[in-house]
């Protein structure tokens, strides 16, 4: 990377899904209404579990008519599941109270054999020098497999998350992967991301 110096980036803190739900919450919905308009009636998506993935899961919901979704969290189902002309794809196998969601190697099983125009992926942290980050190891092996089932895949993360590190990487920061953020990213983090050739939508409206 390059276009001015890197930190290592502080450990992200990794509190529970309930407390996530109320963290930071006005910037994941800035982001999340900014990733519902990347997607387009007819789409078939992926989409990851956590805070990030339900309020983007709503924002589908208003932006939307039909739509065929896939994920491995009970919140996103029962989110979209009973919504109109929307069909939704649940990768299940053991449930992770914690985290309302499905693993194991039934739900990788399912997810291994599908094949998504976009995918959306909601990591704990963001590092030019350390990656894509996350915490849970149960989620870690679907949300790898996520991100390599997609045509396009768009990677949710709040202004917090940014040049910070978690404890598993999930991938390298790729310049063909879109990074949907909100409003609250520095000039001088939008402009490093930028020039690093790393695609940041940031406002409504944004082009790739």
Avoid: W
Avoid at 158 to 164: A, G, L, T
């Amino acid at each position: 990377m390059h276009g001015g110096a890197v930190t290592l980036g502080e450990m992200k803190p990794f509190p529970s899904l309930s407390h996530r739900t109320q963290e930071n919450e006005g910037a994941k919905q800035e982001l999340a209404d900014i990733a519902a308009e990347q997607v387009c009636d007819g789409d078939i998506i992926g989409v990851d579990s956590g805070s990030t993935a339900l309020l983007f899961a709503e924002a589908l919901k208003k932006n939307l008519s039909f739509l065929t979704v896939v994920t491995y969290s009970l919140d996103v189902l029962e989110c979209l599941g009973r919504f109109k002309n929307f069909q939704v794809i649940l990768c299940a196998g053991h449930f992770f109270a914690e985290e309302n969601t499905f693993y194991g190697a039934m739900a990788l099983d399912a997810l291994e054999k599908l094949h998504m125009q976009k995918v959306f992926v909601c990591p704990s942290a963001l590092s030019l020098k350390n990656g894509i980050g996350d915490y849970q190891k149960e989620i870690y092996p679907l949300q790898k497999q996520l991100l390599g089932s997609g045509d396009e895949v768009y990677i949710l993360a709040d202004s917090s998350k940014f040049e910070k590190s978690a404890l598993f990487q999930l991938d390298t920061i790729k310049p063909h992967y879109t990074y949907v953020t909100d409003r609250g990213l520095s000039p001088e983090l939008r402009r490093l991301y930028r020039e690093n050739q790393i695609k940041i939508l940031c406002e409504r409206g944004d082009e790739q």
